[in-house]
């Protein structure tokens, strides 16, 4: 598939930190519990680390006890892909940033209690966070 943001990975490796580059280019984890985003709680925007596409309104974000920042919806269905992976012996759906094809993380069918019922389990080395700014007014 083609993106509308490509590079080699020499071109990733010169815009990511390595850790960055091993999940969001490699479609490595992060450890669970670790991610700087995990209780970030405030209203705002997060995008892809790689490219900077919008993907999830803090809204949509939820405590689902995973490990891991957790969203019940993309901030509109285009701008992730869900791919099929059957890695690791189970069948699970990986997210990808529709912009650049970098891994995000998985979602699954168990966000129960959330209007979607799904849980974009995602990895804080992948995302960017953005505060919504407060009007003084």
Known sequence: ??????????????????????????????????????????AGLYSCKACGNELFKAGTKFDSGCGWPSFYESIRPEAVELIEDLSLGAERTEVRCARCGSHLGHVFPDGFGTPTGDRYCMNSLSLDFVPEVESTH
């Open 1 to 42: 598939m083609t993106y509308e943001i490509e590079h080699d990975d020499a071109g990733w490796r010169a815009r990511l930190k390595p850790a960055e580059f091993a999940v969001l280019r490699e479609a490595a984890t992060e450890r669970p519990w670790s991610g700087a985003l995990l209780k970030e709680d405030r």
